[in-house]
């Protein structure tokens, strides 16, 4: 018998958490885990799903604008927010009942509080039981950033406020500039929020495609979100029931709630890591190796608390990685290369592989191929909203290297091209792939020109 009390004992019952815990249990492993929230972790109660309702919610806003155009009556509208934040709520709660159900039928032991690390094989709860285990699993996710050099920070929503808010703002001011200030700027604004975005790069969405930062940025401003770049908020007071934010130009920003979504930290602090010599970055992440093994050899750690690649589906593969590698004894590693992502803003946005940026200083030698037009369901409706598609090429072998698009359906159509990118098929092979038509999708292979930009168009 093991002089251990479990072979598995996981912190943290996210994504990761939970996929390695249930996945570990079913090879035979006695598996003990600890979650002092709701199990689900972000993706389920305060990041993913929750976003994406209401995301469908702020949708309706423009299907009920388009439906004129397609002979549609549709009489006076409004909209409650408590209903959809309820209803929300009510499905994060049945899904988080799901998750724990499942962990408990594969035969983990579940325990409702928070956990520390007080050794290499060893684990206290907040109870003050203390239990031993082969290996450690830390999968404790991340939170909201809170800038403390920010005078009256305290004073700002973050984004997991988002979801329980009592009643919507009437003029929101959301300081930050990636997906989920996007994100959130697009859902207020379509739900009637006055919303103003104040970023301090010269536009949004950093480590995208310029291409398409261009566009979403474009696209923010048409539907209405006042966006301030190269801006820096340098405090925020409160003022008669109002919050000032108060710019490095010395202009004051006034709302009635200010939301602060500038990123996210690894949740490593209090969990007596660097105390057992688990090596922590920078911002406090776990230092792992490409097995996710940490400078500790029983402890490893999976998705955003190692800030390798913040999304669920990576960490659901880091963690069958993980188990493949600890449990069946198989080495495995999870390749982060060419993972899709989007944008879930109006319209959405998706990318896999490199921007073009990355390709010319990688390949020096590139091709592009690009286009913008606007969608056939928008014609009718008298909608503005423009597709754009752009394929990144490199020029030696003819490998399609980036896929980057902004329009209706995009994250759904980047699913299915992330599988090319992977499997690195030429643009050839693209072109030579029949359309179906008439799609948003079938553009991808019907690119045939190289796009010169205008400043390179030396033809008029």
């Given amino acids: 018998m093991s002089s251990f009390d479990y072979d598995l004992f996981t912190i943290g019952a996210g994504s990761g958490g939970t996929r390695a815990s249930r996945l570990a249990a079913s090879k035979g492993a006695r598996v003990g885990l600890a979650e002092e929230s709701r199990i689900g972790g972000t993706c389920v109660v305060r990041g993913c799903i929750p976003k994406k309702f209401l995301v469908f919610g702020a949708e309706l806003a423009q299907a009920f604008r388009d439906a004129a155009g397609y002979g549609w009556t549709v009489g006076a509208t409004s909209f409650d927010w408590p209903t959809l934040r309820d209803n929300v709520a009510r499905d994060v709660t049945r899904l988080s009942a799901i998750y724990e159900r499942n962990l408990v039928n594969a035969g983990v032991e579940v325990f409702g509080e928070r956990a520390r690390v007080v050794g290499p094989n060893q684990v206290e709860l907040s109870s003050g039981k203390r239990v031993s285990a082969r290996t450690i699993l830390v999968a404790t996710g991340g939170r909201p950033r809170r800038p403390k050099e920010l005078p009256g920070c305290e004073l700002a929503l973050v984004s997991d406020d988002a979801f329980v808010l009592e009643k919507l703002p009437k003029r929101l001011l959301i300081i930050g500039g990636g997906y989920i200030a996007v994100e959130l700027a697009n859902i207020f604004n379509a739900l009637g929020v006055e919303v103003c975005l104040v970023y301090r790069g010269h536009t949004v ?214 599988i090319a990118v992977k499997a690195k098929l030429t643009k050839d092979q693209w072109d030579t792939t029949c359309a179906l038509h008439p799609t948003i999708a079938e553009e991808l292979v019907l690119m045939r020109d190289k796009y010169v930009p205008p400043a390179l168009n030396t033809m008029g």
């Fill in 205 to 418: 969405l950093q480590g995208f495609d310029d291409d398409l930062r261009i566009q979403v940025h474009s696209d923010l401003e048409r539907h209405g979100v006042r966006v301030s770049t190269n801006t820096t908020i340098e405090g925020i007071e409160e003022k008669n029931g109002a919050y000032e934010a108060r710019t490095a130009s010395g202009t004051v920003l006034t709302a009635d709630k200010v939301l602060v979504a500038i990123g996210r930290d690894p949740n490593t602090e209090g969990l007596g890591l660097a105390e057992v010599g688990v090596q922590l970055d920078a911002e406090g992440a776990v230092t792992v190796d490409a097995y996710s093994r940490s400078s500790v050899p029983s402890i490893y750690a999976i998705g955003d608390v190692t800030n390798r690649l913040n999304l669920t589906p990576v960490a659901i593969r880091e963690a069958q990685a993980f188990v493949a590698t600890v449990i069946e004894q198989r080495p495995s590693m999870f390749d982060h290369g060419d993972v899709p992502t989007a944008v879930f803003c109006t319209p959405p946005a998706a990318a896999v592989g490199l921007s073009e940026a990355q390709a010319r200083k990688t390949f020096g030698a590139i091709d592009i191929y690009r286009t913008s037009f606007r969608p056939m369901r928008n014609v009718l409706a008298g909608n503005e909203d423009r597709a754009l598609m752009k394929l990144v090429v490199r020029a030696d072998t003819r490998e399609v290297v980036g896929v980057h698009m902004v329009g209706d359906a995009a994250p759904e159509i980047m699913q299915m091209a992330a």
